[in-house]
């Protein structure tokens, strides 16, 4: 009788210890493991823009005889490989899905306010400039009072995605809800659809959305602005930073010089990494890092004068390991190499409405029900358009990685396409524009990428610099629109 009341005095402690613990009181019974994250998925039905096979969820690619099988190993939730001169899509994977699209959305930025802004113009920044940042956001190392010039703040974006810059450009364009709302529209002339801009710096924000399909649209429509293509394939760049004071000036000498920093791309493709070589030929465009979208990147790159535009969005880390996007982006980047001579296209990317004939609808193809891509009249305005933006002459961003002096030399060819050039300039005088190349680039021991692009210019507290008043934007005509 004794050892029956000390077993259930015991027992009864142990059940009281587990209730204070928070544990289970029923013997015997495990607790179950946390609950592991679902894998989002997909709509069944997502846009038809470039075509209906676009529309849906999953892999699509027309594989035939001669045709490379896609590579293994690609985690992304989303991705597109497209010729960037014909706009076919090679092959694609939930292209039009919806998704949070990091920092890569600056190339919409880019594409609305670098016709508006001279690169020579001068900024003196305010703190009302700064204001309105996320926490945790990317900087390139922008101080209050000092003066940048348009190009300084276009470097700052490009090469170490900052948000500061962003803010600046977007305080020069009338203040950020004027920019977002600029940038909406700019989605709307390209047709990216599947875009929602919240925050012009790509920054996680409810209701924010992109799609490899929409980025590979933004790229494609910057690479036609001499500018764009050149912030976008720089390697490093010297970024203002602060006054120093000149010990024992010399007569007519300043009492002071602006000191810069060095600041290089987190471009892993054209910049390099510890696990990543830089892609031959590739050509920038734009990367991105954050919490909900995970990595972001659009690239584009030539090969034997071909040349390639990819996208790829949210690759899983746990199973492809740091660097993933660039990994994932070069091995679709050397598919489409190698299939781009036999594949048929199983879409197309979009002109801007602008561009697209008043008697031709936006559905730019159908598909025909054995798979194989049908492409209808608009689709045919739309390609040979797309031919028409890319003919004078080709994207070139040959990377010669030089290892004994640890040198990055980047080439740049220059065109621009006749049908889309900057303000007050025409067609004609665009093609007679020269080519140009960059000069090399000191290459630095690159900097490992974090969540939420945590990355940060240097500088120290500096005395105020002046500048010129804030000049008047300069707009870029254009076609009436549908909202």
């Known amino acids: 009788m004794a050892k029956t009341v000390t077993s259930a005095l015991k027992a009864s402690a142990a059940s009281l210890t587990a209730l204070l613990l928070g544990g289970t009181v029923l013997a015997g019974t495990a607790q179950a493991a946390p609950a592991k994250p679902k894998t989002p998925s997909p709509p069944a039905v997502m846009s038809k823009v470039g075509g209906d096979r676009l529309s849906l969820p999953g892999t699509q690619v027309n594989a035939a005889a001669g045709v490379p099988a896609l590579p293994k190993g690609i985690t992304a939730r989303s991705w597109i490989v497209t010729d960037a001169e014909t706009g076919d899509v090679l092959a694609e994977h939930n292209a039009h899905w919806k998704l949070a699209p990091a920092s890569t959305l600056k190339m919409l930025l880019a594409d609305m306010l670098i016709p508006k802004l001279p690169a020579s113009t001068v900024h003196k920044v305010v703190p009302s400039d700064l204001k309105g940042m996320g926490e945790g956001s990317s900087l390139v190392g922008i101080k209050e009072n000092l003066t940048y010039t348009v190009k300084d703040l276009w470097l700052g974006v490009f090469l170490r995605s900052g948000n500061d ?104 493709l054209l910049s390099g990494d510890y696990d990543v ?121 040959a990377t010669l990685v030089v290892l004994a002096a640890v040198i990055i030399v980047v080439r740049r060819r220059r065109p621009l396409p006749s049908a889309v050039v900057p303000s007050g300039a025409s067609p004609s005088a665009a093609r007679d524009l020269p080519l140009q190349a960059s000069p090399p680039a000191q290459r630095t021991a690159p900097d490992q990428e974090q969540a939420q692009e945590q990355t940060q210019g240097q500088t120290k507290a500096q005395q105020p610099g002046t500048s010129p008043d804030r000049p008047a934007i300069r707009r870029r005509p254009r076609s009436p629109r549908k909202h």
């Open 165 to 268: 810059a962003v803010h600046v450009l977007s305080a020069m364009n009338h203040g950020v809800p004027a920019t977002v709302a600029d940038m909406n529209a700019e989605a709307h002339e390209l047709q990216a659809d599947d875009t929602h801009v919240v925050s012009p710096d790509g920054y996680d924000m409810p209701g924010q959305a992109s799609s490899a399909y929409d980025l590979t649209l933004f790229a494609r429509a910057g690479l036609q602005l001499p500018e764009f293509r050149e912030y976008c394939s720089t390697v490093t760049a010297k970024f203002p930073g602060d006054y120093k004071k000149v010990k024992h000036p010399k007569k007519g000498q300043p009492g002071k010089t602006r000191e810069t920093f060095q600041i290089q791309n987190t471009d892993r």
């Open 277 to 397: 070589k830089p892609y031959p030929g590739i050509a920038g465009v734009k990367n991105g890092d954050t919490t909900n979208a995970g990595a972001t990147y659009t690239g584009v790159a030539e090969r034997g004068g071909r040349k390639l535009l990819v996208t790829v969005m949210h690759p899983d880390p746990a199973v492809s390991g740091h660097n993933a996007v660039y990994r994932e982006a070069a091995s679709l980047l050397d598919w489409g190499f190698k299939a781009a001579p036999t594949v048929k296209p199983v879409g197309t990317l979009v002109p801007p409405l602008s561009q697209v004939p008043a008697s031709k609808t936006s559905a730019p193809s159908s598909v025909a029900t054995d798979g194989r891509t049908a492409v209808a009249a608009a689709s045919s305005s739309s390609s040979s358009s797309s031919r028409g933006l890319w003919t004078a002459a080709g994207i070139t961003a």
